[in-house]
């Protein structure tokens, strides 16, 4: 009962968090406090805290390394301005439901590559596990970054050569080769975010809470023991490819419909590494470090903007000292005695956590 | 012709990665992790080496010289700094505190050396090539084979013929059972991050004769491709490293040749995943089965 | 003896499996019977191990036939070993440390535990009935085990002890037919070994199990196994009762030398 609590209280902790920095951030919006460059960073916010949990239900909770996240980004954010741009065309244009249908299938397309995938990646263990979802982020960025994609009364045109579709007099270009998308209508909200991020906590804390939940952290455990119990750890470590990647495209559709205009490259291997960072900050497994984490991070580099060109240097250094800080042991004891001596409970931080 | 003319400056192009890959597989053989900050030591292999032939004048030889010397020492200061205190944690936290290493170098170069591509002088190596009837072979092409080559052979001979070379062997094996041995494990694992940035230098000056423009960001593409190319040859073996390069090479410079331009970086990457699929472990990869 | 009349759990016939050239077990017939505790034993090396992961099919045999309440195993993966009835604990305790004791055992209910990934996210009815299922019989399995005061602890911070005692409380979650034991006793001290003989006649009785132990400790094996089965180089040397066993010359030879 008392560890039933427990992670119900982990998960009550996640949401208040998001529900109260949702709320002030609004009133501070609403207020004209933010400003613009901190008000231009809401939404993305909320894209790359879904992505992170996403990723975390891989890394942190099945135990594997992921390299790829961005990938699975890209193809929400591609196929959000596809269907966005087919809606348009027929004269659909509710925001609100342009953004939901947009989502949606941005979340459906990348989960159900996420499941392709996972077939000849879920072959292999360890580093090289990692090093083949690299390979298909770079390969899904490669060749989006070759498409050229229009749409007009006779439906969607495609080419992969250069400019060759022809189209009707008011036919709209989605998608231009390494030009990426552009004319994109722009109808993410701060208020879609934030349902956003709600939807993949409630997701990931119910499916962390299951019995599959738990065979997916028997198998990162001990997967040996896990097969023992008869838990098939291909069919488990799928569902956590599955749901990563969906969330990874959700995350993507948001961003999509952000920018008026985004090049493929920049769904690259060093966004799925900053993705990594979050996830590995907030604590592997843990999803509100992952919310403060990722929120951090990502304000960070315009809360160090008076250091001008030095800040992506402290920015680095920052990162190398955390990391060192929170792992090495001997830094660590030193901290868990000084913890204790001031009365509190000598509990360690752990790299992993369930919850 | 054509095709083995491809071929040729494949097995070019492959002797820059596997240079590089050999540094890579080196470092997690022994240290047993994934340098992500390798590819910017690689830039900054490529800056000291412009300024010293460009700026300073010196002669091209002493520049690669001064280029291995200041990456040798750059890789150790980064491990000693870095990488040390965490030789108990997860592997996990290493590769993100290189990641964080990664963003440092690139950071740092940037403010000092500016965003700006530079070009890399193209006359340090002999300009020109031999032609064997209808096909013709550029002396850097020759010149890069051979210092892989040579490298190859040359760490072949340590690692297996010295007694520093095995206690390498040793290291990369247990490392607890090492130190038992009387064996520093530190002053090994320092070697070999002196070696790995060392090879990297060498790696960069190649890169810049062959690709001339350099700039801060220049690590992160052939970062990947040793990465990608030691994982290929089975990681932390040497020879698979050397197989890795050169395969990733050729097979990228056919499919700029005949498939596509544009798509060659997908094309190489889902022969990566083929090639996983069909050997788990990388090619001359040895897997590991773990003990019930 | 009236268990020849019954039939048995557990049949292995002419079981053997090469490792390339290397013969690790050959010729081996064993029957288990219904609640019966049986002892697997041998000289290092023997081959016990081996066979336990047999059994489990972790490997697969080169030759020879398991079979299972008569259900023949060789087409059998081990998470379909598992869900036939075979559990298992391991020489080195395999738990899943960074989860919860209770989790730990309410991993072992994977397969009896009936809702679906849409019932899980949505907290449906049939989510809840499962949970609260799955959270009463932990209960009760933790408290037959003396765990119940861990129930929330981590796994990786139990002693040494209580790990062993949870690694067979998961087993038995797995509500299995034959219930294998490799070297429960290892690492324990005479008093923690006379708790563990207590707690392993406990589960045959309250479960109505067949149990077949791997062991060196002589003591625990002579005093607790009704039927002994004795490994050396891989083949089966002698089998019978404790009495038996150990007046049998060929067995003292094994593991005295001549």
Known sequence: ?355 | MQFLSYLISGLGLGSVYAIMALGYSMVYGIAKMLNFAHGDIIMVGAYVAFFAISGAGMPPAVAILLSVLVCTVLGVVIERLAYKPLREASSLAVLITAIGVSYFLENGALILWGADSKFFPSNIFPQGGITLGSLTISWLTIITIAACCIIMILLMLFVGRTNTGRAMRACSEDKGAATLMGINVNMIISLTFAIGSGLAAIAAVLLGATYPSISPTMGAMPGIKAFTAAVLGGIGSIPGAFVGGLLLGVIENLSKAYISQQLSDAIVFGVLIVILLIKPAGLLGRKVSEKV | MADEKRKPVLEVQDLGIDFGGLTAVNDLNMKIYPEQIDGLIGPNGAGKTTVFNMLTKVYQPTRGKIFLEGQDMEKLNPVQASQAGIARTFQNIRLFYNMSVIDNVKTGMHNHISYNNFDAIFRTGRFRRGEKQAEEKARELLEIFHLSEYADLTAGNLPYGQQRRLEIARAMATEPKLLLLDEPAAGMNPQETEELMAMIRTVRDHFKIAILLIEHDMQLVMQICEHITVLNYGMLLAEGTPQEIQNNPEVIKAYIGD
Request: glycine fraction near 10%; aromatic fraction near 8%; charged fraction near 10%.
């Open chain 1, 1 to 355: 009962m008392k560890d039933l609590l427990k992670r119900n209280k982990n998960a009550a902790v996640s949401y208040s968090i998001v529900i109260v920095l949702f709320i002030v951030l609004s009133i501070m919006s609403g207020a004209g406090l933010l400003g613009r460059k901190y008000t231009a960073l809401l939404v993305p916010v909320c894209c790359y805290i879904v992505a992170a949990i996403g990723l975390n239900m891989n890394v942190g909770i099945s135990g594997e390394l992921n390299l790829g996240q961005a990938g699975f980004m890209s193809l929400g954010a591609f196929t959000a301005v596809i269907v966005a741009g087919a809606l348009n065309f027929h004269g659909v244009t509710a925001p609100a439901l342009v953004m939901l249908i947009c989502i949606v299938c941005g979340t459906v397309v990348a989960g159900f590559l996420g499941w392709l995938m996972s077939i000849p990646v879920l072959k292999l263990e360890g580093d090289y596990l990692a090093i083949v979802t690299l390979a298909f982020g770079q390969i899904i960025v490669n060749i989006i970054n070759n498409i050229y994609l229009g749409i007009d009364e006779n439906g969607l045109h495609f080419s992969f050569v250069n400019n060759t579709i022809q189209m009707q007099e008011d036919g709209n270009l989605l998608i231009s080769g390494p030009m990426g998308a552009t004319g994109v209508n722009t109808v993410s909200t701060f208020t879609a975010g934030f349902i956003l991020v709600m939807i993949s906590l409630i997701i990931v804390y119910h499916l962390m809470n299951s019995r599959n939940g738990r065979a997916i952290m028997a198998c990162r455990d001990n997967r040996i023991a896990a097969s023992t119990v008869g838990i098939n750890a291909v069919a488990e470590k799928t569902l956590a490819f599955v749901v990563s990647a969906a969330l990874g495209g959700a995350a993507g559709a948001l961003y999509g419909m952000n920018y008026s205009s985004f090049a493929a490259t920049k769904f690259d291997f060093n966004l799925s590494i900053l993705i990594l960072v979050y996830v590995v900050l907030g604590g592997l497994g843990n999803m509100t470090g992952t919310i403060i984490a990722t929120t951090l991070l990502v304000v960070l580099p315009e809360v160090l903007r008076f250091l001008s060109i030095y800040r992506m240097l402290i920015y680095a250094i920052v990162l190398i000292v955390i990391m060192i800080v929170t792992n090495n042991q001997a830094i660590r004891l030193r901290l868990k005695n000084l913890r204790m001596k001031n009365g509190g409970r000598g509990k360690g931080k752990e790299v992993s956590g369930n919850g």
